[in-house]
Each structure stands twice: as C-alpha cells, then as structure tokens.
C-alpha cells in the first residue's frame, strides 16, 4: 500500500487506513474533531488527498506520541499553522519513517512542550534492577532540571526512529 502514495489525486479511507495504520472510524472521529482535517466528499464515500493525510499523521504524533490531549492538539493545530506545512510537505517521507522528515516535523512541533511523566519513570524503572520493587517517583525534583528532560526527549525520539526503522 505504502508504494501507491503519490500515485493517485485521491485515496479512499480503507486506503488511508491501511497507509496510516489507523482504523476507519478513528480517522471519521477525527475528521469531525479536528478542523483542518476535511476529506472531500464524493457521495457518502470520502477522499483523502496527500495533504490529509499529512495532516492525519500529525494528529496522530500529537495525540500519540507527543501526549497531547484532543483539545491540546486542536489548540496547538490552530494556533501554529506551520506545523500543518511541514507535516502536508513531507508526507511521504513520513509514511517511510525517513528520519530527516522526522527532524523536520521535530523542529516544527518544537521541543519547548514538558516531557510527558511516564517516559521517564520508564527509564527510571528499567535502570533498576528487575528484583527490586518499584520506587515511587518524586516528580517535582525529577523535572527541575531542563538538562534532564532534554536528554530523556532526545532518547525517547531516538527510541522512537528506531522503532519506525524497524517497522518499515
């Protein structure tokens, strides 16, 4: 399926699904969700262009990945409309998990949103060793430092391209 991107104008949503690894019904939850996400409406069929589906990945690294909740993703598309730029200029080289698109959307999303919490008791839990029980996480003295948060982002990113690599 991967192959066909960039071989059509449209695309059906069963397409979107399987390029995106979405299901249907969340790419039509989406769609009445987010606002920037409007597929042209042949009939009752739907058809998604490039751009949709730039715009599909992007929700999804919001919500997913960069742990932003619906509402926080929907103020965050209104408010920088570049992010939708970069994701709808590089959506091919977003569904082959090409690591420059990858920095290229990383530096559009900008780093300056807080670490998400559990990444990094993760890393934490998995730097003890396995007998031992987990201790609790104090998270006010664990995100003091800036220097931290910035290298568990990075690690977690390099995670992340590793896992796509893999997948592909």
């Not at 730039?54 to 965050?76: N, P």
């Not at 934490?124 to 664990?142: I, L, T």
């Not at 800036?146 to 568990?152: D, Q, V």
Request: net charge positive; aromatic share 4%; with cysteine.
């Amino acid at each position: 399926m991967k192959r066909s991107l960039g071989t059509k104008l449209y695309y059906s949503i069963g397409e979107v699904a399987d390029l995106t690894q979405l299901q249907p019904h969340t790419l039509r939850a989406w769609e009445k969700e987010f606002s920037c996400l409007r597929p042209k409406r042949m009939g009752k069929n739907r058809a998604y262009r490039e751009r949709d589906i730039g715009i599909i990945l992007l929700i999804h690294r919001l919500l997913y990945q960069e742990r932003y909740s619906t509402r926080g993703a929907q103020l965050r598309l209104r408010n920088e409309p570049e992010l939708i730029r970069t994701a709808t200029d590089n959506v091919a080289a977003l569904l082959q998990g090409d690591a420059s698109a990858l920095s290229n959307l990383d530096s559009a999303v900008g780093n300056d949103a807080p670490a998400p919490p559990a990444p990094l008791a993760a890393v934490k839990a998995e730097s003890r060793p396995q007998e031992a029980a987990p201790e609790p996480v104090s998270a006010p003295s664990e995100y003091r430092s800036g220097a931290k948060i910035e290298a568990l982002r990075k690690q977690v990113l390099s995670e992340l391209r590793e896992l796509v690599s893999l997948l592909t």
